[in-house]
T-cell receptor, first 114, second 111 residues
Framework: AQSVTQPDIHITVSEGASLELRCNYSYGATPYLFWYVQSPGQGLQLLLKYFSGDTLVQGIKGFEAEFKRSQSSFNLRKPSVHWSDAAEYFCAVGPMEYGNKLVFGAGTILRVKS | DAMVIQNPRYQVTQFGKPVTLSCSQTLNHNVMYWYQQKSSQAPKLLFHYYDKDFNNEADTPDNFQSRRPNTSFCFLDIRSPGLGDAAMYLC??????????FGQGTRLTVV
């Protein structure tokens, strides 16, 4: 069955420090991979997506992610974190059958300390 | 801006009283989804419409229903809300297997 693992429930980084959030997936074919960010009480905002092609994907807000098929990973990175990046981050894999049904990881809560 | 709009943002309903949540989109996407997100959990797909075709997830309770009267609108009906149905309900859209875009969600409280 398809699944997504985000091994870190919470991560705390200092403002200005680099960030890497881990994501591993299990999927029977070539996956579509996504990172979403969610602020408290809000919906999910798409940060970036990987469908095919270049394995290093650039997204919004200075985020990037690298697809590594051999490791079944799609880690999210940012070179310098800002206090406004504090939120919960979800990795997701699709598509499933019709449309783009997504399976989400459990999420990683990012705290930024000044 | 094209977007996914959910109304209301906050809904309080009584135990057992039917409630309807609404979603509209200006993206002209053919697929619309409803996800349930309980506190501190990942979103979980309830069902989706692929064009006019309704696709229910196997573990979605019968208490949850959906209607899609046209391309732009989709409704989530909870026939008899229980305390366990308190959650954030997220509407999302995609064009076929393209990227999925979410609305701001409706926070449902059951009293």
């Amino acid at each position: 069955a398809q699944s997504v693992t985000q091994p870190d429930i919470h991560i705390t980084v200092s403002e200005g420090a680099s960030l890497e959030l881990r994501c591993n997936y299990s999927y029977g074919a070539t996956p579509y991979l996504f990172w979403y960010v969610q602020s408290p009480g809000q919906g999910l905002q798409l940060l970036l997506k990987y469908f095919s092609g270049d394995t290093l994907v650039q997204g919004i807000k200075g985020f990037e992610a690298e697809f590594k098929r051999s490791q079944s990973s799609f880690n999210l990175r940012k070179p310098s974190v800002h206090w406004s990046d504090a939120a919960e981050y979800f990795c997701a894999v699709g598509p499933m059958e019709y449309g783009n049904k997504l399976v989400f990881g459990a999420g990683t809560i990012l705290r930024v300390k000044s | 801006d094209a977007m996914v709009i959910q109304n209301p943002r906050y809904q309080v309903t009584q135990f057992g009283k039917p409630v309807t949540l609404s979603c509209s989109q200006t993206l002209n996407h053919n697929v619309m989804y409803w996800y349930q997100q309980k506190s501190s959990q990942a979103p979980k797909l309830l069902f989706h419409y692929y064009d006019k075709d309704f696709n229910n997830e196997a573990d979605t309770p019968d208490n949850f229903q959906s209607r899609r009267p046209n391309t732009s609108f989709c409704f989530l009906d909870i026939r008899s809300p229980g305390l366990g149905d308190a959650a954030m309900y997220l509407c999302a859209t995609s064009r076929d297997q393209g990227a999925t875009f979410f609305g701001q969600g409706t926070r449902l409280t059951v009293v």
